[in-house]
């Protein structure tokens, strides 16, 4: 389909003519939930769902009863007459625009929920922006990128509306200013060619196997495989990867993971083990590993619970 052919469909035309003019109240309606950002500097990831919620359900055209939360770990995902058309991590304010290295992650994350519940499209958004993509032959089809803090309504939008999503995006609006720690070329996704996704040389593994992820085009940045290719826990890894932040697994602390990405990288393996059952609300019997988890997470004051 071309832009001029869906640009004249009459679903495309009557989203428009609605979005336009409920976008200056979605944007005022907005503005007034990031008050408390402002005000204190940090808000819960709460106030990013609420904006989508906002988003898709007064601006374009889904309803309460489509929206799903914590589905499968999964913090959105988005159903037409019971059909799972898009799943949307979402991060608490300020967290994704404009950090590379989240982006990376929060794609990773999405692209395996999706994977997980055999979805197709993805996005992820922190209320500020806002990136959806299509999975294709093991990487990302960028569906579109725009910023909720336009002043009109972004017509692109129309490819995350009840008509648009199950339709090949065409005129693409993907592209994002630059990011915080981002090089020349480099790219937000892992590369793909014919021959599939992009893996590690040593575990044979894509980047989504693994819990910490500086550049997800560039294997020797993943640290710490924990899950399979499938995306299931991988169970003698697991202790391994944990041990390797907590302790001294085999007398050498893992090297390549700044101090900074540390306490997400073990609420990642905490989220990991507790699918497992591991943890020691869940088990008060787990090995001592699970504890030292749950301890020093307690220590940061990260919740570990999936979502």
Not at 128 to 136: G, K, T
Request: net charge neutral; aromatic share 8%.
């Amino acid at each position: 389909m071309s832009s001029n052919e869906f640009q004249s469909l009459a679903a495309y035309q009557k989203l428009l003519a609605r979005a336009e003019e409920r976008w200056p109240t979605f944007i005022a309606k907005r503005q007034e939930r990031l008050t408390q950002w402002q005000r204190q500097g940090r808000v819960a990831e709460k106030v990013a769902e609420s904006i989508l919620e906002d988003l898709l359900t007064e601006v374009l055209d889904w309803t309460l009863g489509d929206l799903n939360n914590q589905l499968d770990y999964a913090d959105l995902v988005v159903t037409q007459s019971g059909i799972k058309r898009f799943v949307i991590e979402a991060k608490r304010p300020g967290a994704l625009a404009w950090n590379r290295q989240a982006v990376v992650e929060a794609l990773e994350q999405a692209r395996r929920y999706a994977g997980e519940q055999r979805v197709t499209t993805v996005a992820i958004s922190d209320g500020i922006m806002l990136f959806a993509a299509d999975v294709e032959a093991g990487g990302l089809r960028d569906r579109l990128y725009v910023s909720l803090q336009e002043a009109t309504f972004p017509s692109h939008l129309w490819w995350l509306s009840r008509d648009g999503i199950y339709r090949p995006a065409v005129e693409l609006r993907a592209t994002m200013p630059e990011f915080e720690h981002a090089g020349d070329g480099e790219t937000i996704v892992p590369s793909t060619d014919c021959a599939g996704p992009l893996l590690h040389p040593k575990y044979h593994l894509p980047a989504t196997c693994f819990a910490y992820v500086r550049d997800a085009s560039k294997p020797s940045t993943w640290k710490l495989p924990y899950l399979h290719a499938d995306g299931s826990v991988d169970e003698k890894r697991m202790p391994k990867a944990i041990q390797c932040l907590l302790t001294n697994y085999r007398g050498a602390r893992v090297g390549g993971i700044p101090e900074s990405a540390v306490p997400d990288t073990l609420v990642r393996l905490a989220q990991a083990a507790a699918r497992l059952g591991r943890m020691p609300e869940q088990n008060p019997e787990t090995a001592d590993i699970y504890r030292q988890l749950a301890t020093v997470l307690r220590q940061l004051d990260r919740p570990y619970q999936a979502h």
